[in-house]
């Protein structure tokens, strides 16, 4: 038995009880997707604004290449991994927000009435999220180019830091994803991204961890995990194919995604209990 | 006269009241300054290791001066985000109905500013001499930098007040603190001018901001540079945009 799900500005038709846990990601995917993209207005400002930091930290920066031992000459090079990770924060603040308007709206408290399963829910919930870092992924990267960075590691690169890149932005997708689900608020997720701009603060952004002065920030930087995705991105662009940097950087994001997703799929379990 | 003033002090206590009780106001505004000094003084300190990088009292004095004024200007766009709240919520144009001066919602919300920056100031000051600032100039030109922050809080909170009042909506945010915050990065933050290239550079040298930014440095080195000329920018730009919210609060008036 189909049931429609009116949603406000979209509608999606529920899948019905057989419909297979793929089946039920891609409807609530698709309803992600779609409500993503007609908020077009607030997804400019996340999208822009790492782009105009790297415009200006790369020019006001660039004294930083006369440092002895800098890694290349151009500024530009060095910082075009932090847009990525900036940009995948953003996402995760718009997937929580998103996931939190569900809840905070009672969408949520519908759908537990419904046969759809919490993963696919949960999944498709970041749908919007995921499309929405592939899109700043390829801004990012066709921005850098057209900036004069060059990519060492080519064309093969390009592709391996795309994969990189998206991997990293779901994996902040679903960690908003579980803020939203733990505090059901969309007030509460956007009060936690100043805490995630202080780990990007916090990490090799701007300097090499080798080239650090303080060697408390260099420490604090070496523990923070933050350091290894902007580093493997990093790689990329100035080293070519350095394996550790890369198994670092695909390892930390895909950890953050697996243990977002574990915890979010228990929290998702109590938004949806069924009594 | 009592008249606005009562108005004033009464906008100003609400600002600084809704601030200290509610952390999801307070505690942003104090963290964000501070994690850039730590930023700044702490990740990018080997910049001043880059050949011609001439600041006696070291980088984190130089950094300081950005982060304070920085605040400032912050503590002024925050004030800002309060009044297209209040508009949002139906409370300004209550607020309007009960005001004899309206002039004086405008003075109230910039003293609440000020009350608001004094705070974030204070512990961004603590903060960098516990981090091992070094002060060399006179308890004259501290105060001379003290001034060069307070007039920066007031026209930076003058400009979100307009576009608070023109807009009366919380989408105004970005819109807000955008400006404020490019003006500030396009001046030279990381390192003097002389040491800037391209076209930072040369955006750099036509920004007002950087004169204030000199100016502060130059004082808290001792060795003061630009000082009347940051005061006399920061006048006309207290003029503009004092007209500005003037004006945007006789937008909202005639929006009823």
């Keep these: ?275 | 006269m009592s008249r606005f003033f009562n108005v004033a002090r009464g906008v100003a206590w609400r600002s600084i009241h809704n601030t200290l009780v509610n952390p999801a106001i307070l505690v942003p505004s104090i963290v964000f300054p501070l994690f850039f000094l730590i930023a700044f003084a702490g990740g990018l300190s080997r910049i001043s290791d880059v050949p011609n990088f001439h600041y006696p009292p070291g980088y984190t004095s130089f950094q300081f001066v950005f982060v304070f004024l920085q605040s400032a200007a912050f503590g002024g766009v925050f004030t800002g985000f309060a009044v297209a709240r209040d508009f949002d919520s139906g409370f300004a144009r209550r607020l309007m109905l009960s005001a004899p001066r309206r002039s004086g919602i405008i003075a109230g919300y910039a003293l609440g500013a000020l009350m608001r920056w004094a705070l974030t100031g204070t512990v961004v000051t603590i903060a960098a001499v516990i981090a091992g600032m070094n002060v060399y100039g006179s308890p004259a030109q501290l105060i001379g930098l003290l001034g060069l922050g307070i007039a920066m809080n007031a026209v930076a909170v003058l400009w979100a007040c307009g576009v608070a009042m023109f807009l009366r909506t919380e989408q105004a945010g970005a819109l807000i603190q955008m400006p404020v915050f490019i003006l500030l990065f396009l001046a030279p933050v990381y390192v003097p001018i002389t040491l800037l290239e391209g076209w930072i550079h040369d955006v750099a040298r036509l920004n007002p901001v950087t004169a204030v930014l000199e100016a502060g440095r130059g004082l808290l080195a001792g060795s003061p540079v630009k000082v009347a000329l940051a005061f006399s920018g920061l006048l006309v730009a207290g003029l503009i945009m004092g007209t500005f919210a003037r004006l945007g609060l006789a937008s909202a008036e005639k929006a009823g």
């Design chain 1, 1 to 275: 038995m189909a049931v429609d799900v009116a949603t406000g500005a979209a509608s999606i038709r529920a899948p019905r009880p057989t419909a297979s846990l793929l089946e039920q990601t891609l409807a609530v995917g698709r309803r992600s997707v779609v409500r993503t993209s007609r908020q077009r207005a607030l997804l400019i400002f996340p999208m822009v604004f790492p782009l105009i930091l790297f415009a200006i930290n790369g020019s006001a920066l660039s004294a930083a290449t006369k440092i002895p031992k800098f890694p290349t000459d151009n500024y530009r090079d060095f910082l075009i991994a932090m847009p990525f990770i900036q940009g995948a924060m953003f996402v995760s603040i718009t997937a929580g927000v998103d996931l939190a308007r569900d809840i905070e709206s009672g969408f949520m408290n519908r759908l537990a009435m419904t046969p759809l399963r919490g993963e696919a829910l949960l999944v498709g919930q970041l749908g919007g999220a995921l499309v929405l870092g592939v899109i700043q992924s390829i801004v990012y990267l066709l921005v850098g180019l057209a900036t004069g960075v060059t990519l060492v590691s080519g064309v093969g690169g390009a592709l391996v830091l795309l994969i990189l890149s998206v991997l990293i932005s779901f994996g902040f997708a679903s960690l908003g994803g579980l803020l939203a689900l733990r505090f059901g608020t969309g007030e509460a997720v956007q009060g936690i991204f100043p805490l995630l701009f202080v780990t990007l603060f916090l990490s090799s952004s701007s300097l090499p961890r080798n080239l650090i002065k303080a060697d408390w920030f260099r420490e604090v930087a070496t523990y923070n995990p933050v350091s290894y995705l902007l580093e493997s991105i990093r790689s990329l662009v100035i080293t070519g194919w350095d394996a550790q940097a890369l198994i670092l950087g695909f390892g930390f994001a895909t950890v953050l995604l697996v243990v977002s997703l574990a915890f979010s799929q228990a929290a998702m379990r109590s938004r949806l209990a069924r009594r």
